[in-house]
Each structure stands twice: as structure tokens, then as C-alpha cells.
């Protein structure tokens, strides 16, 4: 276990529902992060979250929404998602640290992870 | 394009051989990290060298780093079976003008170790 959770761990939806993701980490991090990992691409950042504020949104489309009531919870609400958004979702925490919040001097823990296929 | 590329992508050894993967980055890093991910699951961190560093060692592990090749590697000893997945060498690529940086991926080695 790498001190953070994630639910649901698989998740089939069609194109016109409305979910959400959600990752807890037990680990004291101050950022946290949501990445998208296709078949044959390498993992794509997608939002990282500081403090409880996005700092980064890595042009990612609307129809995903990231959500962080605080430093340990982070959620990712789905709406109208396309078949091409299937992919394997994964939450990561770290320590920032410095006084821009250097989010790559320390290691990054990820959660198990969340299949999402969507019809 | 892709800022860590790793080589080969895919390698099968008999358990008890070395392993041996290599990473190359195009840009100046500060530290470079590598990953393992079992199938279909999440990322667990093995390593983090800094630019500064040339070798380091974790168990059976060992990463080097040669930031004049602009290149990495990460030899796993007496190889197990329990050593099967996926390897991914992880660098920091400055995002935007602000200073931030993120982690950016490779397409990683996806290794089998057979019994």
C-alpha cells in the first residue's frame, strides 16, 4: 500500500452519464496530482493541485473537472465523455517543496488506480 | 515529443540474470526518477537521482546517470519473477514560465522474468 486510495477501482459509463472519481491520501502531502494513462502512450499529467488550488491544467478538456475540498481528498467529475477518454486513471500525492513548490524534488505515490471504459 | 524514452521496450531474462534498462532525455534535468508498475496497476517510485549524483543503489537495484549523454540506467540483479512489470524513467520538464515543473513519463520497459 502507497498510502493512497482510490475508488472506484473500475467504472463503465456511457457517454451522457455523469461520475466522479475520488482519491484520498493518508500520507500528510501537500499536492496532488491526476494523471491519464492510455494504451501504448506514456502517462499524461493532467491537473496538479497545491495547497488545495490548481496550479497546472494540462489543456485537458472540459469535461473532465477537478475538484480538492482539501490536502487529502481530490476528485475528478466526468460528464459526456467521449470512448476515447478509456484509459486507466491514476491519483498521485508528493511532498512540494521550496518556495515555488518544486512538485518533481520529491518522489510521487500513486493510488491503485481507476479503469474507465466508456461505451 | 516525449522527454524520457526508454530501451528497450520490452525484455525477457530468466529469473537470476541482471537486467539492464536504459533512459534518454532530450532537455537538462535537476533529478531523474524511475517507476514500476505491475499490470494494470499504480506507479511505485524505486529511485530518484539528482543531476549532481552519478550512481546510486537501492537493494538490488542500481541507477546511474550520465547527464552528459543525457542518458540513464537501471540494472536490476539476480532477477525475480516477482521483478515482471513495467519500468518507466520519470524526469522534470519545466511546464511554464512561472517555474513549475511536472514529471514527464516515458513509454517505459516492460519486463518478464521468467522462472
Known amino acids: 500500500e502507497t498510502g493512497v486510495t482510490q475508488t472506484p477501482r473500475h467504472l463503465v459509463m456511457g457517454m451522457t452519464n455523469k461520475k466522479s472519481l475520488k482519491c484520498e491520501q493518508h500520507?500528510?502531502?501537500?499536492?496532488m496530482y491526476w494523471y491519464k494513462q492510455s494504451a501504448k502512450k506514456p502517462l499524461e499529467l493532467m491537473f496538479v493541485?497545491?495547497?488545495?488550488?490548481?496550479?497546472e491544467n494540462n489543456s485537458v478538456p472540459s469535461r473532465f473537472s477537478p475538484e480538492c475540498p482539501n490536502s487529502s481528498h481530490l476528485f475528478l467529475h466526468l460528464h459526456t465523455l467521449q470512448p476515447e477518454d478509456s484509459a486507466l486513471y491514476l491519483c498521485?500525492?508528493?511532498?512540494?517543496?521550496?518556495?515555488?513548490?518544486?512538485?518533481?524534488?520529491?518522489?510521487?505515490?500513486f493510488g491503485p488506480g481507476t479503469r474507465l471504459t466508456v461505451l | 515529443s516525449q522527454q524520457g524514452e526508454e530501451d528497450p521496450q520490452a525484455l525477457s531474462i530468466q529469473e537470476g540474470e541482471n537486467a539492464t534498462m536504459n533512459c534518454s532525455y532530450k532537455t537538462s534535468i535537476n533529478n531523474l526518477q524511475w517507476y514500476r508498475q505491475n499490470s494494470g496497476r499504480g506507479l511505485v517510485h524505486l529511485i530518484l537521482i539528482r543531476s549532481n549524483e552519478r550512481e546510486k543503489h537501492s537493494g538490488r537495484l542500481r541507477v546511474t546517470l550520465d547527464t552528459s549523454k543525457k542518458s540513464s540506467s537501471l540494472l536490476i540483479t539476480a532477477s525475480r519473477a516477482a521483478d515482471t512489470a513495467s519500468y518507466f524513467c520519470?524526469?522534470?520538464?519545466?511546464?511554464?514560465?512561472?517555474?513549475?515543473?511536472?514529471?514527464?513519463f516515458g513509454k517505459g520497459t516492460k519486463l518478464s522474468v521468467i522462472p
Open positions: 498521485a500525492s508528493s511532498q512540494a517543496s521550496g518556495r515555488t513548490l518544486y512538485y518533481t524534488r520529491n518522489e510521487q505515490f
Open positions: 520519470a524526469t522534470d520538464t519545466k511546464y511554464s514560465g512561472a517555474g513549475s515543473y511536472q514529471l514527464t
Open positions: 493541485y497545491s495547497l488545495e488550488e490548481r496550479v
Open positions: 500520507l500528510g502531502h501537500n499536492a
